[in-house]
């Protein structure tokens, strides 16, 4: 979806070393995600804000840590605590409303992060 | 909290067959499920949803069928064509107290269609 921009595409770092992940969407959603996807094992919930400056942990927080000071951007740091960094990160954002329990969610095209 | 899980994790059918993905999720304060298809070092892109006041719902050749009360929902592809291979993931949205909002995904299913 060209609404949600995840940069950089490739991201590669060494060990030890802290590195944020961007995450920017133009759709005017109230609510962003971040997952984490592994081979063989699906799509992981890190973090999500339903709205600005609120933010709650999701299946596999630790090790990252995430801000949202405006509505349009969720940044993801992927800390040095983080024991296995290396894997596929997607954002994602939906909207929410009186129907919100039914709105999709919107991914964007996602970094892959490589830490030696 | 909501734990979704999916079933077969791969899948290979014949050109023509009709393939079928299941989920299952375990807290009924659950109320959306959608689906996703996603293509090879590409994003997850919804081919359809459901709502838990619907039964069943149908787009051409996909169809996903819910049972609130077992709580379980199901992919149905019909008529399968080499371009349906992907991997596929089932997904639920809690609404229950303090992680409403949040939303699981299942394992995903590998489906494969051979010409």
């Known amino acids: 979806d060209g609404g949600i921009t995840q940069s950089p595409k490739y991201l590669f770092r060494k060990e030890g070393q802290n590195v944020t992940l961007s995450c920017e969407q133009n759709?005017?959603?109230?609510?962003m995600y971040w997952y984490r996807q592994d081979p063989g094992q699906g799509l992981r919930l890190i973090y999500y804000?339903?709205?600005?400056?609120?933010?709650q942990k999701g299946d596999i927080a630790e090790g990252y840590s995430v801000s949202r000071e405006k509505k349009e951007s969720f940044p993801l740091t992927v800390t040095s605590a983080q024991k296995n960094p290396t894997a596929f990160y997607l954002c994602?954002?939906?909207?929410?409303?009186?129907?919100?329990?039914?709105?999709?969610?919107?991914f964007g095209n996602g970094t892959r992060l490589t830490v030696t | 909290g909501e734990n979704v899980e999916q079933h077969p994790s791969t899948l290979s059918v014949q050109e023509g067959d009709s393939a079928v993905i299941k989920c299952t999720y375990s807290?009924?304060?659950?109320?959306?499920f959608p689906w996703y298809k996603q293509e090879l070092g590409k994003r997850p892109q919804l081919i359809i949803d459901i709502r838990s006041n619907v039964g069943e719902k149908k787009d051409q050749r996909i169809a996903v069928t819910l049972n609130k009360t077992a709580k379980h929902f199901s992919l149905h592809i019909t008529e399968t064509q080499p371009e349906d291979s992907a991997v596929y993931f089932c997904?639920?949205?809690?609404?229950?107290?303090?992680?409403?909002?949040?939303?699981?995904f299942g394992q995903g299913t590998i489906l494969t269609v051979h010409p």
């Open positions: 759709l005017n959603h109230d609510a």
């Open positions: 994602a954002s939906r909207n929410l409303g009186q129907s919100s329990y039914n709105s999709p969610l919107h």
């Open positions: 804000s339903q709205i600005v400056n609120d933010f």
């Open positions: 997904a639920a949205i809690y609404t229950g107290g303090t992680s409403y909002g949040k939303l699981t």
């Open positions: 807290d009924s304060a659950s109320n959306y």
